[in-house]
Nanobody, 114 residues
Framework: VQLVESGGGLVQPGGSLRLSCAASGIIFRLYTMDWYRQAPGKQRESVAT???????NYADSVQGRFTISRDNAKNTVYLQMNSLKLEDTAVYYC?????????WGQGTQVTVSP
């Protein structure tokens, strides 16, 4: 199983980034996919979730600014991040979850800085 995140980088406040997470080795369409993030000195936190059926859920801190989506044909989950704030700076991880078995990617750095 492999989850590979991409799309991170340096962006100014108010800017946008789109993260991607490509999965292999799993039946992607069965998995709930999550985006987490971990800022320096802080615990990892859930950012957004999308179920196999497409139901989504967001942390209050990103509601209305971030959008999670999935393309089952490409085995990929996305996180569109708009109106980025300084406090969005973190390493972003994707997770695949199915019936208690979960897999994590290696993370991609997002830095929001003037």
């Amino acid at each position: 199983v492999q989850l590979v995140e991409s799309g991170g980088g340096l962006v100014q406040p108010g800017g946008s980034l789109r993260l991607s997470c490509a999965a292999s080795g799993i039946i992607f369409r069965l998995y709930t996919m999550d985006w987490y993030r971990q800022a320096p000195g802080k615990q990892r936190e859930s950012v957004a979730t999308i179920t196999p059926g497409g139901r989504t859920n967001y942390a209050d801190s990103v509601q209305g600014r971030f959008t999670i989506s999935r393309d089952n044909a490409k085995n990929t989950v996305y996180l569109q991040m708009n109106s980025l704030k300084l406090e969005d700076t973190a390493v972003y991880y994707c997770k695949a979850d199915y019936r208690g078995s979960d897999y994590w990617g290696q993370g991609t750095q997002v830095t929001v800085s003037p």
